[in-house]
Structure formats: structure tokens, C-alpha cells
């Protein structure tokens, strides 16, 4: 499996959720902060290692970097609170689908842990939010055994 083949996953299962589409949840992508929108998820890459298992299998650990956006507007309590919302929205999905909608070879996905990310679209209407990690463990058998 591939770095591209778990974010598409976490795309998908984030996407099954009402509240974000195609639209306002992207990967590597920053636009749909740039037109506005109430809430805007982008994913990033954040890292990957891996381990021996056995002989045959690898196990591939990644991370992806959830960002989750929502405009502010002056208001700081108003902000808190509708970010505290996209938040749990986010987590609660994600929550839902440990093994990401059963993604062939991964066997968890979990957040482990979240922090602020830099303001954006500061042009316009600014945009502040939160960064989460979740991290992806795939077992893959080994292209070939040395």
C-alpha cells in the first residue's frame, strides 16, 4: 500500500459525513479556504515509518495531518465553539471507522493527539483552526524476503 491509498481512505470516510464533500475537504489543498466556506478539512502529509513483523510482513505507519478550519469573524467565543464542534464532528467519524472503512491492510486509525495550525487567508476572512494527528498502521507483505 501507499501513503495515497490511506489519505484517500481518511478522505472517504471524512467525506461520509454530511457536513464535507468534495468542496471543503481536500488533500494538500488549501482553495476552499480561499472561497469561504463555513468549514474546510485539509489533509497533510505527516510522516511514515516502518517495522518488521515477520519475515513476510511489513507493517507501515503513517501519519496524516487533519487541519480543520473555520472562519472567524471577530468573535473569539463563537470561534472556540464552532471549532470545538468540527472537531468532534471529525473525531467522532473517524471513531467510527477504526480500520477506515475496512482499507485493505490497515488495521487501525486513531487520533493521537491535536495543536493549532498557522492562520490562514488572512487577505479575506481569516480562518483559524486546529491541527490532528491520526496515525495509520497497514500491514503489507514484503516485496521480497532477503
Same mark, same amino acid.
Given at each position: ?7 484517500? =481512505? ?21 482553495? #476552499?479556504?480561499? *472561497?469561504? %466556506? #463555513? ?19 511489513? *507493517? ?26 468540527? *472537531? @468532534?464532528?471529525?473525531?467522532? @467519524? %473517524?471513531? @467510527?471507522? #477504526? *480500520?477506515?472503512?475496512?482499507? $485493505?491492510?490497515?488495521?487501525? $486509525?486513531?487520533? %493521537? ?12 476572512? =481569516?480562518?483559524?483552526? @486546529? ?16
Amino acid at each position: 500500500m501507499s501513503y495515497s491509498t490511506v489519505e484517500t =481512505a481518511v478522505l472517504t470516510v471524512i467525506k461520509l459525513n454530511a457536513g464535507y464533500d468534495d468542496d471543503n475537504c481536500k488533500a494538500g489543498d488549501s482553495s #476552499p479556504i480561499k *472561497r469561504g %466556506l #463555513p468549514r474546510v478539512c485539509r489533509l497533510l502529509y505527516g510522516g511514515g515509518r516502518r517495522e518488521g513483523l515477520t519475515i513476510t510482513l511489513m *507493517r507501515h505507519i503513517w501519519t496524516v495531518n487533519v487541519d480543520i478550519y473555520v472562519p472567524y469573524r471577530g468573535d473569539l467565543a463563537t470561534l472556540e465553539a464552532s471549532l470545538a464542534t468540527e *472537531r @468532534q464532528t471529525i473525531i467522532d @467519524q %473517524l471513531a @467510527q471507522y #477504526p *480500520r477506515l472503512n475496512n482499507c $485493505a491492510g490497515v488495521t487501525s $486509525a486513531e487520533i %493521537l493527539n491535536g495543536d493549532k495550525p498557522e492562520p490562514l487567508a488572512k487577505k479575506k476572512t =481569516a480562518y483559524r483552526g @486546529q491541527r490532528l494527528y491520526l496515525e495509520i498502521k497497514e500491514t503489507v507483505k514484503s516485496a521480497r524476503v532477503e
